[in-house]
């Protein structure tokens, strides 16, 4: 991991898990607050964390000193939700000697179960006591925030300008209820890249908008989908318009790796599926069809069960809403040609199902002669596995 400058972490357990592992989380930036941005769940049911980041946002004009998160809880849909997340923004605040506007609290875990705020002021001076710049708090923190996840999801990227070198970490979590319309998620990711909160608040919508908003994993949104990007200038590299483009790269590879990773471990997956559509008229028509084949729980059973059905491939594509011609459709299942212009094609079924076997299921649909515009989506099988994670998720 290359992690940036100027961030600290820590971690611990407040008592929210009904199993004794860390549950809550601490992100604090040096020096005091960072330039900040964040996307937020799109859903009319809002969690009170994502509620009070929002109004905190605001009121700080884009500058955050810290981020709570924990875990095994929602705070959505309670009596005392706010009282909760506005007690633990109080907490932080007063440990770092900071205003709490600057604090931007974060939850996931079960919606409409009261969450008693003393278990997260009381973890508060633990987890100030114990934060570090060290790797190994980095990702203690990245397995605290985790629910139904089997791994912990991070990504790290470093560039080299002119002035110094930029580094760019971030962590994730999110295994169910994940459909992107948003973030689809909790996301953090920091930089010490020295920009400002407008800049930042446009790069993260461009780059949700090609990772955590091309994700899918069960087409369920959730109430507290938050991303959030930091930058506290700590490399003392200021940016130009032209490396701010390749920054953005390097952001945007970031996101687009942890978005893979929260489909790899979707719940109860055994398989990572990549959609791409190319060929279409413009980006967004390519966007709704690989979002439909992406949603489809047919094609997403079909991959579990290593089942060459292109005719399921086909029949998502045809109801997305985008208008082509099905003739002028080709579809590859693992680099394999399945459909030449909407029909069969010649391929070895029994080779191409030992393909369909493997961890990574690549699925391309191409229209031929229309246009160049092209997307491209991450999701995962369905199995009897996410039938056995949430018919007892609460219990």
Not at 38 to 52: C, L
Not at 262 to 285: Q, S, W, Y
Not at 340 to 362: C, I, Y
Request: net charge positive.
């Amino acid at each position: 991991m290359s992690l940036p400058l100027g961030y600290r972490y820590s971690s611990g357990y407040a008592g929210i898990r009904k199993q004794e592992s860390n549950d809550v989380a601490l992100i604090v930036p040096d020096g005091g607050p960072a330039a900040a941005a964040a996307v937020f769940t799109t859903n009319q049911v809002q969690a009170s964390p994502v509620r009070i980041s929002r109004q905190h946002l605001k009121a700080s004009k884009g500058k955050v000193a810290a981020i709570l998160v924990n875990a095994g809880n929602a705070n959505c849909a309670t009596r005392t939700g706010d009282r909760v997340a506005l007690a633990s923004c109080k907490a932080v605040a007063k440990s770092l000697k900071t205003k709490p506007k600057h604090i931007l609290p974060a939850s996931t875990g079960v919606i409409g179960v009261e969450l008693d705020p003393k278990l997260l002021v009381d973890a508060v001076p633990k987890l100030v006591a114990g934060l570090s710049a060290e790797p190994r708090a980095f990702e203690e923190a990245a397995r605290a925030i985790l629910t139904t996840d089997t791994r912990m999801k991070v990504a790290s990227e470093e560039v080299v300008f002119r002035d110094g070198k930029v580094s760019v970490a971030g962590m994730t979590k999110g295994s169910g209820m994940i459909h992107p319309n948003m973030a689809t998620t909790l996301g953090f990711v920091m930089t010490d890249a020295a920009i400002q909160p407008r800049d930042l608040s446009a790069m993260l919508q461009r780059t949700t908008q090609q990772s955590y908003n091309s994700l899918t994993v069960d087409g369920d949104m959730s109430t507290n989908d938050t991303v959030v990007l930091l930058a506290n200038g700590a490399s003392r590299v200021r940016l130009n318009e032209r490396e701010r483009k390749t920054f953005e790269e390097a952001l945007c590879w970031v996101m687009e790796c942890l978005a893979e990773q929260i489909a790899a471990d979707g719940e109860g997956a055994r398989k990572l599926i990549v959609v791409r559509a190319l060929g279409f008229k413009t980006d967004e028509e390519a966007r709704r069809i690989a979002r439909a084949i992406a949603n489809s729980p047919l094609v997403k059973t079909a991959v579990a069960g290593s089942d060459p059905n292109w005719g399921r491939v086909l029949a998502a594509a045809g109801y997305s809403g985008v208008v082509f011609d099905p003739l002028k459709t080709d579809i590859h299942l693992q680099q394999e040609l399945v459909c030449k212009g909407g029909l069969a094609a010649d391929f070895d079924e029994d080779a191409l199902k030992e393909k369909l076997n493997e961890d990574r299921v690549d699925i391309r649909v191409t229209l031929r002669g229309r246009g160049k515009g092209e997307s491209r989506f991450f999701t995962c099988d369905f199995t009897e596995g996410y039938i056995e994670i949430n018919g007892s998720y609460r219990t």
